[in-house]
């Protein structure tokens, strides 16, 4: 059974950044793409950024201009990097893991950005 372990998230105040990590039961090999979502309060869950995990690919994409998503193969490990944190990213953020025919979530971790 695969699970997801998200962990980093917490309360920073606007223009921080939180490096948010999601740990693999597995290798992320056997995955065809891990990802970021997020949850805001009374709104639906969206899409941050996904990486593949072929190692012929980019391991780390920036997305928005300030969320960098990476993964570690090494250590079962996808990153996501957030800088010059809003309000407005304050969420649930949720890591995803894909084969062809399964979706893997994890239990997420909650992001606040506030003064």
């Known amino acids: 059974q695969v699970q997801l372990v998200e962990s980093g998230g917490g309360w920073v105040q606007p223009g921080g950044s939180l490096r948010l990590s999601c740990a693999a039961s597995r290798s992320i090999s056997y995955f065809n793409a891990m990802g970021w979502y997020r949850r805001a309060p009374e709104k639906q869950r969206e899409l941050i950024a996904h990486v593949a995990t072929d190692v012929n690919t980019a391991s780390s994409i920036t997305v928005r201009g300030r969320f960098t998503i990476s993964r570690d193969a090494a250590k079962n490990t996808v990153y996501l990097e957030m800088n010059s944190l809003k309000p407005e990213d304050t969420a649930l953020y949720y890591c995803?893991?894909?084969?062809?025919?399964?979706?893997?979530w994890g239990q997420g971790t909650q992001v606040t950005v506030s003064s």
């Open positions: 995803n893991a894909q084969t062809t025919n399964t979706n893997y």
